[in-house]
Protein backbone atom coordinates (compact mmCIF):
# COMPACT_ATOMS: atom_id res chain seq x y z
CA UNK A 1 0.00 0.00 0.00
CA UNK A 2 0.95 3.47 -0.95
CA UNK A 3 0.97 5.87 1.92
CA UNK A 4 2.06 9.52 2.59
CA UNK A 5 4.09 10.26 5.84
CA UNK A 6 3.07 12.45 8.12
CA UNK A 7 6.50 12.71 10.05
CA UNK A 8 9.54 11.07 10.15
CA UNK A 9 9.35 7.54 10.61
CA UNK A 10 12.76 5.35 10.66
CA UNK A 11 13.52 3.13 7.96
CA UNK A 12 10.73 4.91 5.93
CA UNK A 13 11.30 7.89 5.14
CA UNK A 14 10.71 11.92 5.56
CA UNK A 15 7.26 13.85 6.24
CA UNK A 16 5.67 14.35 3.36
CA UNK A 17 7.59 10.83 1.31
CA UNK A 18 5.64 8.76 -0.38
CA UNK A 19 6.64 4.93 0.69
CA UNK A 20 5.09 1.90 -0.03
CA UNK A 21 4.28 -0.55 3.18
CA UNK A 22 2.52 -3.63 4.27
CA UNK A 23 -1.23 -2.90 4.51
CA UNK A 24 -1.41 -4.40 7.83
CA UNK A 25 1.41 -2.34 9.30
CA UNK A 26 -0.82 0.86 7.49
CA UNK A 27 -4.05 0.02 8.80
CA UNK A 28 -3.23 -1.52 12.36
CA UNK A 29 -0.43 1.44 13.51
CA UNK A 30 0.59 4.56 10.99
CA UNK A 31 -3.32 4.95 10.13
CA UNK A 32 -4.62 4.99 14.09
CA UNK A 33 -1.50 6.84 15.09
CA UNK A 34 -2.01 9.52 12.63
CA UNK A 35 1.71 8.68 11.33
CA UNK A 36 0.41 8.52 7.44
CA UNK A 37 -1.87 9.16 5.27
CA UNK A 38 -3.27 6.37 2.23
CA UNK A 39 -2.00 7.79 -1.21
CA UNK A 40 -4.82 9.33 -3.18
CA UNK A 41 -5.05 12.57 -5.26
CA UNK A 42 -7.55 14.11 -2.82
CA UNK A 43 -5.02 13.32 0.55
CA UNK A 44 -2.21 14.10 -0.85
CA UNK A 45 -3.83 17.69 -2.17
CA UNK A 46 -4.89 17.78 1.41
CA UNK A 47 -1.69 16.79 2.82
CA UNK A 48 -0.03 19.96 0.77
CA UNK A 49 -2.47 22.29 1.87
CA UNK A 50 -1.83 21.11 5.55
CA UNK A 51 1.81 20.86 5.27
CA UNK A 52 2.88 24.05 7.56
CA UNK A 53 0.58 22.64 10.32
CA UNK A 54 2.08 19.14 10.56
CA UNK A 55 5.38 20.95 10.36
CA UNK A 56 4.20 22.81 13.30
CA UNK A 57 2.81 19.68 15.19
CA UNK A 58 6.12 17.65 14.50
CA UNK A 59 8.30 20.61 15.88
CA UNK A 60 6.13 21.03 19.32
CA UNK A 61 6.35 16.84 19.81
CA UNK A 62 9.85 17.04 19.38
CA UNK A 63 10.20 19.96 21.51
CA UNK A 64 8.25 17.94 24.04
CA UNK A 65 10.33 14.55 23.54
CA UNK A 66 13.55 16.71 24.49
CA UNK A 67 12.36 18.48 27.36
CA UNK A 68 10.93 14.19 28.46
CA UNK A 69 14.64 12.87 27.56
CA UNK A 70 15.76 15.57 29.97
CA UNK A 71 13.82 15.17 32.53
CA UNK A 72 14.62 11.79 32.68
CA UNK A 73 18.33 11.58 32.32
CA UNK A 74 19.77 9.40 34.61
CA UNK A 75 16.38 7.85 35.64
CA UNK A 76 16.93 4.62 37.48
CA UNK A 77 13.23 2.26 38.00
CA UNK A 78 13.02 -0.96 40.31
CA UNK A 79 10.80 -3.62 39.86
CA UNK A 80 10.16 -6.12 42.14
CA UNK A 81 9.67 -9.46 41.21
CA UNK A 82 9.81 -13.19 42.91
CA UNK A 83 12.59 -15.61 41.63
CA UNK A 84 14.24 -18.35 41.77
CA UNK A 85 17.75 -18.69 43.34
CA UNK A 86 19.49 -19.13 39.61
CA UNK A 87 17.47 -15.57 39.08
CA UNK A 88 14.88 -16.52 36.47
CA UNK A 89 12.01 -15.11 36.72
CA UNK A 90 8.54 -16.08 38.10
CA UNK A 91 7.31 -14.40 35.12
CA UNK A 92 8.20 -12.01 33.14
CA UNK A 93 8.73 -7.54 32.49
CA UNK A 94 6.93 -6.53 29.90
CA UNK A 95 6.95 -2.97 28.68
CA UNK A 96 3.96 -2.26 30.27
CA UNK A 97 5.47 -3.02 33.60
CA UNK A 98 8.14 -0.22 32.91
CA UNK A 99 5.66 2.66 31.93
CA UNK A 100 4.49 1.84 34.90
CA UNK A 101 7.04 2.13 37.00
CA UNK A 102 7.86 5.23 35.01
CA UNK A 103 4.83 6.47 35.63
CA UNK A 104 5.41 5.50 39.68
CA UNK A 105 8.51 8.05 38.94
CA UNK A 106 6.14 10.79 37.31
CA UNK A 107 6.96 10.21 33.66
CA UNK A 108 4.14 9.44 30.97
CA UNK A 109 6.15 7.03 28.70
CA UNK A 110 4.18 4.92 25.75
CA UNK A 111 4.42 1.50 25.19
CA UNK A 112 5.52 2.33 21.79
CA UNK A 113 8.47 4.36 22.85
CA UNK A 114 10.24 1.51 25.06
CA UNK A 115 12.61 -0.54 22.67
CA UNK A 116 11.77 -3.63 23.87
CA UNK A 117 11.99 -6.91 21.85
CA UNK A 118 11.22 -9.56 24.32
CA UNK A 119 9.98 -9.18 28.28
CA UNK A 120 12.94 -9.51 30.91
CA UNK A 121 13.17 -13.03 32.14
CA UNK A 122 15.58 -12.80 34.64
CA UNK A 123 16.90 -10.55 37.45
CA UNK A 124 19.79 -7.60 36.61
CA UNK A 125 20.35 -4.47 35.86
CA UNK A 126 19.27 -3.34 32.38
CA UNK A 127 20.37 -0.25 30.18
CA UNK A 128 16.54 0.64 28.26
CA UNK A 129 16.46 2.86 25.16
CA UNK A 130 13.27 5.13 24.93
CA UNK A 131 12.49 6.12 21.49
CA UNK A 132 10.92 9.32 22.59
CA UNK A 133 10.13 10.73 18.69
CA UNK A 134 12.32 9.72 15.63
CA UNK A 135 14.68 12.55 16.78
CA UNK A 136 14.89 12.01 20.32
CA UNK A 137 16.77 8.92 22.61
CA UNK A 138 17.22 8.10 26.08
CA UNK A 139 18.56 5.44 28.23
CA UNK A 140 17.25 5.08 31.78
CA UNK A 141 18.17 2.14 34.12
CA UNK A 142 16.55 -0.68 34.87
CA UNK A 143 16.95 -2.91 38.58
CA UNK A 144 15.06 -6.51 38.61
CA UNK A 145 15.16 -7.83 42.33
CA UNK A 146 13.39 -9.35 44.21
CA UNK A 147 13.54 -7.03 47.00
CA UNK A 148 14.78 -3.69 47.63
CA UNK A 149 17.99 -4.51 49.81
CA UNK A 150 18.84 -6.54 46.55
CA UNK A 151 18.10 -4.24 44.01
CA UNK A 152 20.55 -2.00 46.25
CA UNK A 153 23.37 -4.43 45.99
CA UNK A 154 22.96 -5.18 42.37
CA UNK A 155 22.89 -1.58 42.15
CA UNK A 156 26.62 -1.12 43.38
CA UNK A 157 27.61 -4.10 41.82
CA UNK A 158 26.51 -2.62 38.66
CA UNK A 159 28.40 0.75 39.14
CA UNK A 160 31.32 -1.03 40.36
CA UNK A 161 31.62 -3.46 37.26
CA UNK A 162 30.97 0.06 34.89
CA UNK A 163 33.93 1.96 36.94
CA UNK A 164 36.30 -0.67 36.49
CA UNK A 165 35.38 -0.98 32.80
CA UNK A 166 35.92 2.98 32.19
CA UNK A 167 39.35 2.60 33.71
CA UNK A 168 39.98 -0.09 32.19
CA UNK A 169 38.94 1.82 28.66
CA UNK A 170 41.38 4.82 30.05
CA UNK A 171 44.31 2.31 30.71
CA UNK A 172 43.49 0.97 26.98
CA UNK A 173 43.48 4.37 25.23
CA UNK A 174 46.48 5.62 27.34
CA UNK A 175 48.88 2.60 26.50
CA UNK A 176 49.71 3.59 22.40
CA UNK A 177 50.58 7.10 23.71
CA UNK A 178 53.36 5.69 26.29
CA UNK A 179 54.30 3.53 23.96
CA UNK A 180 54.80 6.46 21.49
CA UNK A 181 56.35 8.47 24.17
CA UNK A 182 58.50 5.85 25.15
CA UNK A 183 59.23 5.50 21.21
CA UNK A 184 60.22 9.28 20.75
CA UNK A 185 62.60 9.19 23.93
CA UNK A 186 64.52 6.47 22.60
CA UNK A 187 64.85 8.20 19.56
CA UNK A 188 66.11 11.55 21.16
CA UNK A 189 68.49 9.60 23.06
CA UNK A 190 69.43 7.89 20.07
CA UNK A 191 70.36 11.32 18.07
CA UNK A 192 72.13 12.67 20.97
CA UNK A 193 74.58 9.61 20.76
CA UNK A 194 75.20 9.68 17.19
CA UNK A 195 77.53 12.99 17.02
CA UNK A 196 79.48 11.36 19.87
CA UNK A 197 79.60 8.14 17.84
CA UNK A 198 80.83 9.78 14.88
CA UNK A 199 83.06 12.18 16.77
CA UNK A 200 84.63 9.00 18.38
CA UNK A 201 84.94 7.30 15.07
CA UNK A 202 86.77 10.21 13.55
CA UNK A 203 89.01 10.70 16.00
CA UNK A 204 90.12 6.53 15.81
CA UNK A 205 89.92 6.85 12.13
CA UNK A 206 92.86 10.09 12.60
CA UNK A 207 94.44 7.62 15.26
CA UNK A 208 94.54 4.97 13.13
CA UNK A 209 96.28 6.90 10.30
Request: glycine share 4%; hydrophobic share 40%.
Amino acid sequence: MEIILLERIDRLGQMGDVVNVKNGYARNYLFPQKKALRKTADNMKAFEAKRAEYEAINAKLKADAEKLAKDIKGLSITIIRQAAETGQLYGSVTGRDICDAIAEKGFHVERRHIELNTPFKVMGVFDITLKLHPDVEQTIRLNIARSEAEAQRAVHKANKAAKAKEEALVVEEAAPKAVEATEEVAEEKAEKKEPKKVAKASKAKKKAE
